[in-house]
C-alpha cells in the first residue's frame, strides 16, 4: 500500500512528497521516498497545480521566477523564445497596458504615452510626475531638434511647468530654447543621430522610475548570479584563483590544489646561501641576493618559466637585501654593512653607489614617488637620499639588527620602522602622528601588506604575528609551526587578495598558512637547507619562490596533474551543450 | 527717543535759503518740474534754466521706464545723453531686460523668443550676467510668470530701482560736478550713519540708531 509501484518506468515524473503540497493528481501514496530511483534522477523543481512558491526552500515566488527569465531571454534576443516561454506559461512579462506604453515610447507617441502612464496604475504621484517629465522633456527636445522652437516651448510652458516639479531643469530648458550652445552643454546636442538608442535609454530610465512588479529591471537575472557567485567566492574558504574560473555548474569551492605546491623549477646559479628574494611589483622578475656577493635578476616568461636575465655583481660583502622601484625599472641592493647599489633592471648596469662615510649601511627601501630612497646603517640611524645621492634626511634609531627593516606605506604619509628589540614605530609625517607595536619578544623581521593595513611580524619565539595598523594597532592572529632558532627567517603576504602568509623555515620547508583563521595549510618540503626569504608573485596567485641556504631557489606551482583531469571534465561538459539547439 | 539733550539742538542755526535749496534739489532731482516752478515763484529765488529744460526730458524717461517702456526710454536717453549706455553696460542691459520682461508679460513669446536671441545672449558672455541671464530666460517656461520663482522681476519696485538709476545716470553725466543724489537723501543717510558709528563704539551709551520713521513721528 505505501511506496511507488516498482514496475514504473523511471521517465515518468516523480511527485513531489513535501506534505505541503496539496496536488489533485496524487494518487499514490504520500510517504514516497525521495529518490526511489537511487538519486540519480534530478529532483523536479517545478510543481503542478496553483503552488506558486517553487525551489527546495520555498522561498522564490514561481511567477517572478518566470518573469525574470522571460525579461533575461528578451535581453539576449531571443525573442521567440521569450515570446514562447510567455505563452507556455500563461505568465506575462508586462501587463498589456504596460506594453503599450512600452511601444508608445519607443515610436515616439509621447501625448498617448503619457495618457498610458496614467492607466497603468500607478498609485504614487510622485513616480508619475517624475515619469511624465521625462517623457515631456524628451517630446521637448526632439521638437527643438527638428527647430519647431515655438512648439518646444509650448510644450514646455503648457505640459512641463505645471507639473510642479524639478524647476531648475525646467530653467534650464528654457535656457536651451534660447541658446544652443546650452543645449550643447547639457548633452542634448546629438539627438537626431542616434534616436532608437536614445529612446531605449529613455525607457530604461523610466523603468528605474517604476516599482518593479510593474516593469522587471535591465538584468535582473545576472544580478542575481553575480551576487551568487560573490557569496561563493566569499565564503571559498582556500579561494586562490583569478575570477573568470568561476563556473555556474557547481558551487565554488577551492581545494587545496590551487595553493602553489609543487616545486616546478629549481633554479640554480648562486654559489652560495640565498638570502633574500622578492619578486618585482608587475610579477615579471624576481631579484635574489646570496651570500656569493651577487644579485640575480631572474625574468618570469609567460608560460610561468624563469631564466636568468642579469647577474649584478659589484658588492664587496654578501648582499642582504634588494628593493624594487615602484616602476619596476631599478632594484636597489645593500651589501652587509657595506654600500647601496641603485641597478637598472633592464641592461643590468649599476647606475649609483650610495655610500655614508664610515658607516656600514644593512638595508635598503624606496620611498612610493620613485624618487628618494632610504637606508639603515651600522650605527643605528636611518638615511633618506635622492636619487643622485645627496642627503635628505637622516635620524637616529634605537635598534640595529642585522637587518634594520624599514617600510614606507604607498600614500609616502607612514614610515614603519624597528624603534627596539621589541617594538615597532608607525610615524605620521604629515600630522606628526606616532603609533607602537609592543610585542613581547624580539622582532626580527617585518613586512607590509599590499593594501598597508597590515604588518607581519616574524618574532624570535618562532611565531608570526599579524598586525592590523590602520587605527589602533592590534594583533589580530598568530602563526605557528615553522622554525626559527638562529637564523633570521622571512615571511610574506600572498595568494590572491593576500589571503595567505608564507614564510621560511630553518627546517628546510615552507610553510603555508591561512590567513584569516591560521590555520596552517601546508608544509612544503624540497630545499635541503633552511629557508631564509619567500616571495609571492603578485600578479600570479599560483607562483611562490623560496631562498635556501643550500643555494638554490624553487619556484612553486600548481600540480599539474591535477589541473589537467579538471580541465578535461569541464570541457567535456561544455561540449554538449554548446551551440543553439536543434 | 531721543537720549540728547533737546536744548542743543536749539544751539543750531539753520540758514532758511539752504533749506530752500534742499527743497528745489528734490523736486528737481525727482523731475517735479510743475511743483519746482511753482516753488520757485513763490519763493523768489532764481531758477537755473537748464535744469528745467532737462527736467522734462527726464521726467518722460523715468516714466516710460516706470511703465516699463524701456525701447522708448533707451531712444530718448540716447537724444538726452548720447554714450551713456555705451559706456555704463549694466544699466545698458537691465534696460533691455525690462522689454523682454515687458514682452513676456504681454504674453508675446516669439517676439520675446527673438529679442532674447538677438539682443540678450550676445550680453551672455559676460560672466556677471550669466545668472541674470538665467533667471530672465526661466521666465519664458511660466504660463503665467506673475507666478513663477523670478514674480520680483515682474514688480514695479524693480522698475523703480532702474528708473531710479538711470536718472542719477543721466544726472552724473550731463552735471559731473554735482551729486547723483538729492541733498535731502545725502542729508538723512549722513546722520543715520553717523548715528550708527556712534552707537557700535558707545553701544549702550550712545545714541539709539537713526530712524527716519521714528524721527518723523517724534
Redesign the interface.
Known sequence: MGGVEDDEPPSKRVKASTEDLRSPFDNSSRSVPISPLGGSMARPLLSQGKDDMIGSKGVIKKVEFVRIITKALYSLGYERSGAALEEESGICLHSSVVNLFRKQVLDGNWNESVLTLHKIGLSDESILKSASFLILERKFFELLEKDR??DA?KT???E???LGID?KR??E???C???PQQRLLLGFANLGIETSNSRLKLLEDLQKLFPPTVMIPERRLEHLVEQALSVQREACYLHNSLDNSLSLYTDHHCGKDQIPSCTVQVLQAHHDEVWFLQFSNNGKYLASSSNDRSVIIWEVHEDGELSLKHMLTGHQKPVLMVAWSPDDFQLLTSGMEEAVRRWDVRTGDCIHVYEKGGLGLISCGWFPDGRQIFSGATDKSTCLWDLDGKEVESWKGQRTTRTSDMAVTKDGRWIISICRETAILLVDREAKLEKLIEEDQTITSFSLSGDDNFLLLNLVNQEIHLWSIKDDPVCVTRYRGHKRSRFLIRSCFGGYKQAFIASGSEDSQVYIWHRGTGDLIKALPGHSGAVNCVSWNPADPHMLASASDDHTIRIWGLNRAHLKCKEAYSNGVADQCNGKGQ | MMDLDPRQYEHVIVNDSDVRNIVLSYLVHNCFNETAETFLACTGMKQPVDYLVDMDKRKSIFHFVLDGNALKAIELTEQLAPNLLEDDKDLHFDLLSLHFIDLVCSRK??EA?EF??TE??PL?KLHKYVEK???L???????EPEKS?MFHLLSSDYRQNIADCLNRAILVSAYPNLPSYSSMERLIRQATVVRQFLHQELSKDGPPTFSLKAFLKN
Do not use: F, N, W
Request: glycine content about 2%; some cysteine.
Open positions: 522652437v515655438m516651448l514646455l510652458r503648457s512641463i511647468t505645471p524647476k525646467v530653467h530648458l528654457s535656457s530654447v534660447v541658446s | 513669446c516669439t523668443l532674447a536671441q540678450l545672449t551672455g541671464l538665467e533667471d530666460m526661466a521666465l519664458l517656461a511660466y504660463e520663482p
